[in-house]
């Protein structure tokens, strides 16, 4: 949910689909980053995201859902693409305003 003073603060949240990494590093980031990981990303291990969402491999995978986690928007890119980011933008900017 967004912070009406600071609609922006809660717009993302990284899921970091952990499901290739093989057995024997699982314990290890599970210990390292137990702590912080929760800050850092949603850990996926099962790759229940990508699965669901059909994420493409070795591509940075972008969802914006809407308050109701309705998936509003979908793309994949390998690359920075100012032209979709302002698409995204827009999207964004769309949700945050509607109540």
């Known amino acids: 949910m967004c ?7 809660r717009v993302h949240h990284p899921v970091a ?16 980053f137990s702590k912080e990981l929760h800050k850092l990303a949603l850990a996926d291990w099962k790759g229940f995201w990508g699965k669901s969402y059909g994420f493409i491999a070795r ?17 994949h890119l390998g690359e920075y693409d100012p032209d979709l980011l302002q698409v995204m933008l827009g999207r964004v900017r769309t949700l945050t305003r509607s109540k």
């Not at 912070?3 to 603060?9: E, G, I, Q, W």
């Not at 952990?18 to 390292?32: C, H, Q």
């Not at 591509?59 to 793309?75: G, K």
């Open 3 to 9: 912070n009406p003073a600071d609609p922006f603060k």
């Open 17 to 32: 689909d952990l499901s290739g990494a093989p057995f024997l590093i699982k314990g290890t980031v599970r210990r390292k």
């Open 59 to 75: 591509r940075c995978n972008i969802l914006i859902l809407d308050r109701e986690h309705r998936l509003v928007f979908q793309t």
